[in-house]
C-alpha cells in the first residue's frame, strides 16, 4: 500500500515562494510515476506537474505554472517536491500529490490516471 503525506503549505504574500514536499512509502513498483494537483472548492482538481522515473518521460508542468514551479524527485523517489516561486494569488489551492506504477505520458497530469493520493496541504497566497 503506497502512503503518501504532504508538507510545506502555509500562507505568503504574492511573489513569494514555498516549498512542498511529499513524503512517500510502499512498494516502489506502484510509485514509480508521481504528480502534483492542486485544487480549489469546487472547482476540478488540476494536475500541475509530473515526473517518472524512466528514461522515456519527461517532466511536464501545465501552462499556469510552467516557469515558476519545479517539480523533484529524489534518487530513492521517497521524496517529491514542488518548489514554487512568483506564487501568484490564483495559486492559493489545496495541493496534493499522487503516485502510480505506470502513467501513459499523455495522461500524466489527468487526476484518474493516479491510484494513490497523499491528504494534501493547503497553500494561500495574498495579494
Known amino acids: 500500500q503506497v502512503q503518501l503525506v504532504e508538507s510545506g503549505g502555509g500562507s505568503v504574500q504574492a511573489g513569494g515562494s514555498l516549498r512542498l514536499s511529499c513524503s512517500a512509502s510502499?512498494?516502489?513498483?506502484?510509485?514509480?510515476?508521481m504528480g502534483w494537483f492542486r485544487q480549489v472548492e469546487g472547482k476540478e482538481r488540476e494536475g500541475i506537474a509530473a515526473?517518472?522515473?524512466?528514461?522515456?518521460?519527461?517532466?511536464t508542468y501545465a501552462d499556469s505554472v510552467k516557469g515558476r514551479f519545479t517539480v523533484s524527485l529524489d534518487d530513492g523517489m521517497n521524496t517529491l517536491s514542488l518548489q514554487m516561486n512568483n506564487l501568484t494569488p490564483e495559486d492559493t489551492a489545496m495541493y496534493y500529490c499522487?503516485?502510480?506504477?505506470?502513467?501513459?505520458?499523455?495522461?500524466?497530469?489527468?487526476?484518474?490516471?493516479?491510484?494513490?493520493w497523499g491528504p494534501g496541504t493547503q497553500v494561500t497566497v495574498s495579494s
Open positions: 499522487a503516485a502510480d506504477g505506470w502513467v501513459p505520458l499523455s495522461a500524466n497530469l489527468r487526476a484518474s490516471a493516479y491510484a494513490s
Open positions: 510502499g512498494p516502489i513498483d506502484n510509485r514509480r510515476f
Open positions: 515526473i517518472g522515473n524512466s528514461v522515456n518521460f519527461r517532466t
